[in-house]
């Protein structure tokens, strides 16, 4: 059965690749766009894509839904746009696969409640590169051993949120191991607000924003008289393709929502 596929954020960065992506995959085909620009034209007038690319741009997701009936949304937007779109989705019986970061744990757990009553299949992966979920079950189990962590992650300088999804999702999953504590001296002081960092849980996110970087995340777990590094790059966007393609294959079978492609590689 061929997949029907649409497409939110084709324009942007990581959904030109992905669009890409959609058209060159067998099993799928990319029947729509989700978008506020270029409405009532095709994905070819953009002058972004090849003459072939002929999927039809609509800016409503009902009317969208109604006319070419996807199966899968794929959310490549922004932090403000994501969760309406999502829920949306939802409520439509299309199974979103979501790549925009910035949800809040409310957001999340309320999608998580939507999608177990309506039994629609979700996956919100806040890094789709193989080897960026590797870095983060590998701080995870480490953490066990070395609890003092910080994270460090490393974005080009067009990134919207930080600090990264990829960043949160990494605390999230230590913090599930690491007991609640402070790091550093109790009576450290900031100088200059921000110094140290943002805290989840006692662990510091260091968030870097710099051109010429992509997505990069070091996890620094230190103990007495030694130092682990766990780090990871994505050096192109071709990087997350595979973990998007594998992404929308699993949703098609699934009746809940899953947070993180590590629930899906194993
Ligand atoms: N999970 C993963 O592995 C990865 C996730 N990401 C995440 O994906 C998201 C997109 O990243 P990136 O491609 O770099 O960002 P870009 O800004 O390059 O692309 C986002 C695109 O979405 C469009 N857009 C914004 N709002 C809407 C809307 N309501 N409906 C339709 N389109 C909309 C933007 O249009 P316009 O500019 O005109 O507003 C833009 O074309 C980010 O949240 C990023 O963190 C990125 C890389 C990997
Ligand atoms: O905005 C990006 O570029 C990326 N966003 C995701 C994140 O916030 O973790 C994934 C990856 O790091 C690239």
Excluded: W
Excluded at 243 to 256: A, H, R, Y
């Amino acid at each position: 059965m061929t997949i029907r596929v649409t497409i939110a954020g084709a324009r942007g960065r990581m959904g030109q690749e992905a669009v890409h992506t959609i058209m060159k995959n067998p099993d799928m085909e990319l029947v729509s766009v989700l978008d506020y620009k270029n409405v009532g034209k095709t994905l070819e007038d953009t002058n972004l894509f090849p003459p072939s690319y002929g999927a039809p741009i609509f800016t409503d997701l009902t009317e969208l839904y109604e006319k070419t009936k996807p199966d899968v949304l794929v959310d490549l937007t922004s932090p403000e746009s994501v969760y309406k779109h999502t829920k949306k989705a939802l409520e439509l019986n299309i199974r979103p696969v979501v790549g925009t970061t910035g949800f809040t744990d409310e957001e999340l757990e309320e999608l998580t409640a939507i999608a177990k009553t309506t039994g629609i299949g979700c996956i919100i992966a806040p890094n789709f590169a193989v080897g960026a979920v590797l870095m983060m079950k590998f701080a995870q189990q480490a953490a066990k051993y070395l609890p003092d962590v910080e994270i460090i992650e490393m974005h080009h300088d067009q990134k919207l949120d930080a600090p990264s999804g990829t960043g949160m999702k990494t605390a999230n999953m230590i913090s599930k191991i690491r007991p609640v504590h402070e790091q550093g001296h109790p009576k450290e002081k900031e100088t200059i607000e921000g110094a140290r960092g943002a805290d989840y849980d006692g662990m510091r996110i260091h968030s870097v924003r710099l051109p010429g970087l992509v997505a990069h995340q070091q996890v620094l777990l230190g103990g007495e008289g030694q130092l682990l590094t766990i780090r990871h790059d994505s050096f192109n966007r071709g990087s997350f393709m595979s973990g998007i393609v594998l992404s929308v294959k699993t949703v098609m079978n699934l009746k809940e929502l899953v947070y993180g492609l590590e629930h899906i590689i194993d």
